[in-house]
């Protein structure tokens, strides 16, 4: 269990790991491209360890090296296997559905599965957009949900459909598998796409690596067969999911916190428009080409739509209890079927700590400034939870997080960079 002790007076600087979203992508184009690459400033996590893990499965040679991991590419061809292999995903989301369409590229028997959480988490939508490719790919339980049996041969391509209202990591797994496809893939989205800047965090990396997406905004893309990934040297961006918690802590405190490695100027990752979302609160941001300072204000609620950053629900949720009045968060419906329910965990663990949330179909309402206490809570082992509420316990005594471990799923360091100035 782990006990946050309130701070005032904040004033630190923080370096930022590696992206979350960029690694497990940088390492599936490494792994499907011709030649070696080198990936520097690699996040070993316990998600992108399960990436990498199940490409060396499918016989890619991958080695770690401090914070750099060298992969030599397949050029998409991966060997054949002549007995089935499980290939287990923990609760990695991420991994397992970017790779679901990449184990469609073997040859041979997989089954893909992992937690008994991840047996819940829908996937059925990609497995009926790769079945209109011609891949032989089913939910053995019939429901919509892992495990998944792969029956491998290469995909055929063609045209086929997704819809975009649950997870936008279906449409990114299609677009890294495309151009190793027969005859090049188009894919039409349907409906909303959720979480739409990870696509773009998806095809810039694609391009980075070689490959042109053709695309018409979110609703229909062009992956042309026959011209793979070019390996290359390529550093990982900072995080900017992991830099939000400690913009958060300078929200809450009134503090300054400035994070290294974070490139407002240029990133395609989504979440950096958390910075908007604190501004409008009443936080001053300065934004540098390779870092971001966040001086803390008086804070005042906002209403938001936040579809396109659902990660950073839990943060907002932290930094809007001590704001001026009601937080309105809401289009994140999809934030159930994430490690957690993520809006009934806010709900019940920020419930013990008296602060007031009503819990929406889609979202969340958040009375802020109410007569907190502090308390012992648990994340739903669920990381974003566990390091919203430490942003919580700057201001809250009392605060005592239980399971602090599931923060490894993305930040193995988290711990040891908050203690360097919660101590």
Request: aromatic fraction near 8%.
């Amino acid at each position: 269990m782990k006990e946050i002790k309130p701070i005032s007076n904040l004033n630190v600087e923080v370096g930022i790991p590696g992206s979350k979203s960029i690694t497990h992508r940088a390492i599936i184009a490494a792994s499907l491209a011709t030649g070696k690459s080198l990936l520097r400033n690699f996040l070993d996590s316990e998600d992108t360890v399960y990436t990498a893990e199940t490409l060396k499965k499918l016989g890619v040679d991958i080695a770690f090296e401090g914070d750099n991991l060298q992969v030599s590419g397949t050029g998409g061809k991966f060997p054949p296997v002549t007995e089935r292999i499980e290939l287990f995903m923990g609760n990695s989301g991420t991994s397992f559905r970017l790779l679901l369409s990449v184990v469609a590229l073997g040859r041979g028997e997989f089954v893909m599965t992992g937690t008994p959480r991840m047996l819940t988490r829908p996937i059925g939508a990609l497995v009926t957009a790769l079945n209109r490719l011609d891949v032989e790919a089913s939910c053995i339980e019939k429901n919509s949900c892992p495990p998944v049996l792969i029956r491998a041969h290469g995909i055929r391509g063609g045209r086929t459909q997704i819809a975009g209202n649950q997870s936008s990591q279906y449409l990114s797994s299609l677009l890294l598998a495309g151009p190793y496809t027969e005859k090049g893939l188009e894919i039409e989205v349907t409906g909303e796409l959720v979480s739409s800047p990870y696509v773009d965090i998806t095809t810039d990396v694609m391009e980075q690596f070689g490959v042109e997406v053709e695309r018409e905004g979110y609703r229909y893309f062009y992956v042309p067969s026959g011209k793979g990934y070019v390996a290359r040297e390529f550093t990982i961006q900072g995080d900017a999911s992991s830099a939000s918690y400690f913009w958060a802590a300078a929200a809450v405190t009134g503090g300054i916190v400035t994070t290294g490695n974070i490139h407002p100027l240029i990133t395609r990752q989504g979440d950096i428009k958390f910075l908007d979302v604190l501004e409008k609160m009443g936080c001053r941001i300065e934004r540098r080409p390779d870092r971001v300072i966040v001086h803390g204000g008086n804070l005042s609620g906002i209403d938001v739509d936040m579809g396109d950053m659902p990660d950073m629900v839990p943060t907002l949720a932290a930094v809007a209890l001590f704001a001026e009045g009601k937080t309105r968060i809401g289009n994140v419906h999809h934030l159930r079927i994430k490690e957690s329910d993520r809006l009934h965990a806010v709900a019940l663990e920020w419930a013990k700590l008296g602060a007031q949330v009503e819990e929406t179909h889609d979202g969340l309402i958040i009375h802020g400034r109410g007569n907190f206490k502090g308390s012992d809570v648990f994340p739903h082992n669920d990381h974003r939870i566990a390091m919203s509420l430490a942003v919580i316990g700057l201001k809250i005594p009392g605060v005592k997080i239980q399971d602090e471990a599931c923060v490894g799923k993305s930040f193995p360091m988290f711990w040891g960079l908050w203690d360097q100035f919660c101590i």
